[in-house]
Each structure stands twice: as structure tokens, then as C-alpha cells.
């Protein structure tokens, strides 16, 4: 296995289990930049942001759980893509209104593009939309 896939499923297992920034700088450059087409990650631009933004989603979705579909490495463009589900319930105190009880199964996938043996920046491709309905957040 290339370093950069075993880095990119190290960080993967640290953000998707709510580490934080503390559990997953190590992977990262420091500055390392964060991009998304989601409304519901909108001025979020960095990666430490990132983590610490799962870290809260978490506590909003205490059972949250991820279940990994595919993990593809392009060495030659020095990325690894990420296809997961995430699995949540809105139980936890936080969030855009007060629990209510619904469920997300919402696909998405990350792209890990790295600078060396560290990741640089992170596109994630989600629908949004779609998750913030299943949670009753619409």
C-alpha cells in the first residue's frame, strides 16, 4: 500500500469519528485548504475548520457512523478519493433546531490531494440538500 493511501485512510478513520483538528493534523499541512459545493459548509476554507466541524456534527448526530465503499489512489496526481455513507440520527443537543429524531443516509466522497507525504487540500463532494431534508433541518 502507498504511503498516501495508508496517510489518507489514517485521516479518513480520524475526521469521520469526530477527532477533531487534535486527531487529525498530523495528516495535514498546516495550512491545508478545504473546498466544498455545500451550502451547509459554506466559509469553511481550511481543514482544521473541517474536523473541527465534523467534531461538532458528532454531538448532533451522537450515533453518527460512516460505512467506506471504495478507496481508489492516483499516484501520478498524488490524490486519493474517498466513497463513504454516513449514517446519523438528530438525538444531540446542537444544530439548527432541537432534536428531531430523523435520520440521514447521505453519500459522499472525499478528495485528498497531497503535497508530499501530507494532505494539502480536501474536496468534498456531497449533497447537502438532500441530508439537511432527511434531518428535518428544511
Known amino acids: 500500500m502507498s504511503t498516501i493511501t495508508s ?22 499541512a498546516p495550512e491545508a485548504g478545504f473546498s466544498a459545493q455545500a451550502d451547509a459548509l459554506a466559509g469553511i476554507t481550511t481543514l482544521r ?20 465503499k471504495s478507496f481508489a489512489t492516483d499516484e501520478e496526481r498524488r490524490n486519493v478519493a474517498a466513497y463513504g455513507v454516513f449514517r ?23 478528495v485528498m490531494q497531497f503535497d508530499g507525504e501530507r494532505i494539502a487540500h480536501m ?10 431534508k432527511e434531518l428535518g433541518w428544511a
Open 7 to 28: 496517510v489518507a485512510e489514517a485521516f479518513f478513520e480520524a475526521c469521520e469519528t469526530g477527532g477533531g483538528w487534535a486527531a487529525c493534523e498530523r495528516y495535514c
Open 49 to 68: 475548520d473541517y474536523a473541527e466541524w465534523m467534531k461538532g456534527l458528532l454531538t448532533v448526530l451522537p450515533d453518527g457512523r460512516y460505512e467506506v
Open 88 to 110: 446519523g440520527t438528530h438525538t444531540g443537543e446542537g444544530g439548527p433546531c432541537p432534536p428531531t429524531g430523523k435520520s440521514t443516509s447521505t453519500d459522499y466522497v472525499y
Open 123 to 132: 474536496t468534498k463532494i456531497w449533497n447537502d440538500a438532500r441530508a439537511v
